[in-house]
């Protein structure tokens, strides 16, 4: 299995090969080999700033000599103006960099962004609000950092690395009783040391998911009223996530009834970049 920096370092190199393939024709034909030059990445939409690190590793890996010398770091509250980086070496790399760079850094911020007004929104409470799988293929791994940044929580980052069982796996199993038994035995047999969450969709189940001792519960599709109740039903028993359906407007809502997360599919599949834009200096 690979590790996180393989995954960034696979992206980096897939990223470069649709964008740059066999050279940068333009900047090729009309700059110097032997030109040198810098450029700051400047902010120009107020947010929450993601993935410097990660352009750190986009320069590095497309010309090891450039030289990035960084002012703000990630997790910064920037606005208008503010000079991120600068970047200084061959103009070539500089120009044939810019793209991938810029788009993984609007990204990332904003989802930092997004998942910083989530949050701002529990403000007082204990609830953590999650990230999903609902991740842009391949770059599931630099979003889930933004989400981070951004003072969210990771959920599972893949199916490797939770048991989360959900209805049509129950349906299957034939019953929670049965999926639980076997998810255990599974982990057992298998030396893993993963949590169970179980998603249920009633008080029946709720009831069955703490005889069988899982140890998240996510309450799908719940109203507020019916999370409360459910809520007081687990007593601390078992971690409690809510999920489905709940926006910015009824995030607080979902907190208030004293759930651990609430998780929100809406940090990274329908996110807006934040605006920047890379230029000499």
Not at 156 to 176: E, P, Q, S, W, Y
Not at 241 to 266: H, K, N, P, Q
Request: charged share 25%; aromatic share 4%; net charge negative.
């Amino acid at each position: 299995m690979k590790t996180t920096d393989q995954l960034i370092d696979d992206l980096l190199t897939l990223a470069f090969a649709e964008d740059v393939g066999d050279g940068d024709h333009t900047t090729l034909s009309t700059i110097p080999a032997d030109a040198m030059g810098r450029q700051h990445l400047l902010v120009k939409e107020e947010g929450i700033i993601a993935g410097v690190e990660i352009a750190r590793k986009v320069f590095q890996k497309f010309d090891p000599s450039l030289k990035m010398t960084t002012y703000i770091n990630d997790g910064a509250h920037v606005k208008p103006g503010d000079i991120a980086f600068v970047v200084e070496g061959p103009v070539r790399s500089l120009l044939q960099t810019e793209r991938v760079m810029l788009n993984i850094m609007q990204r990332m911020s904003g989802i930092a962004t997004m998942t910083a007004h989530y949050q701002k929104r529990l403000e007082g409470l204990k609830t953590k609000v999650l990230d999903t799988r609902k991740t842009t293929p391949g770059m599931r791994m630099l979003e889930k950092m933004a989400v981070k940044i951004g003072g969210g929580e990771n959920h599972r980052i893949g199916l490797f690395d939770m048991i989360l069982i959900k209805d049509n796996h129950v349906d299957f199993a034939g019953g929670i009783p049965q999926a639980v038994a076997s998810a255990k035995k599974y982990l057992a047999e298998k030396g893993k040391n993963l949590k169970i969450e179980l998603e249920v969709r009633n008080t029946e189940e709720i009831q069955q998911a703490l005889e069988a001792g899982v140890d998240r519960i996510m309450l799908d599709n719940f109203t507020p009223e019916r999370t409360r109740e459910a809520v007081k039903l687990i007593n601390g028993r078992a971690e409690v996530e809510s999920s489905g359906g709940i926006t910015l407007e009824t995030l607080r809502d979902y907190g208030e009834c004293g759930v651990d997360f609430i998780s929100v599919g809406a940090l990274t599949h329908s996110v807006k970049g934040l605006d920047m834009s890379f230029k000499h200096c």
